[in-house]
Nanobody, 125 residues
Framework: VQLQASGGGLVQAGDSLRLSCTASGRPFSRYTTAWFRQTPGKERAFVAAIRWTDSSTYYENSMKGRFTISKNNAENTVYLQMNNLKPEDTAVYYC???????????????????WGQGTLVTVSS
């Protein structure tokens, strides 16, 4: 499956952005889809995930209430709505897809088989 992430950009603190991740090749229906983010010199950090089967969602605690992950079955697309952005949210955001993930593995980047190319989000203060 090929993943295409988009929607990043330069915004000010307090603004909102919506990132999109569209799958081609195979539908998302077999996968758990997640967003991770990465800053220079650091490992990719879990942001949020959604199971395609039952729409269960998972979030990094610090992002609960500000970020919302959702999906559109018909468009084979997963979204990350980011509100009240802060400068510390500045990162390259990656979408990823993995199959047969148990709950305890969902936050682990190594468990995901497919990755998009990343989209840069820059939040100015």
């Amino acid at each position: 499956v090929q993943l295409q992430a988009s929607g990043g950009g330069l915004v000010q603190a307090g603004d909102s952005l919506r990132l999109s991740c569209t799958a081609s090749g195979r539908p998302f229906s077999r996968y758990t889809t997640a967003w991770f983010r990465q800053t220079p010199g650091k490992e990719r950090a879990f942001v949020a995930a959604i199971r395609w089967t039952d729409s269960s969602t998972y979030y990094e605690n610090s992002m609960k209430g500000r970020f919302t992950i959702s999906k559109n079955n018909a468009e084979n697309t997963v979204y990350l709505q980011m509100n009240n952005l802060k400068p510390e949210d500045t990162a390259v955001y990656y979408c990823a897809a993995g199959s047969n993930l148990i709950t305890s593995s969902i936050r682990s980047a190594s468990r995901y088989n497919y990755w998009g190319q990343g989209t840069l989000v820059t939040v100015s203060s």
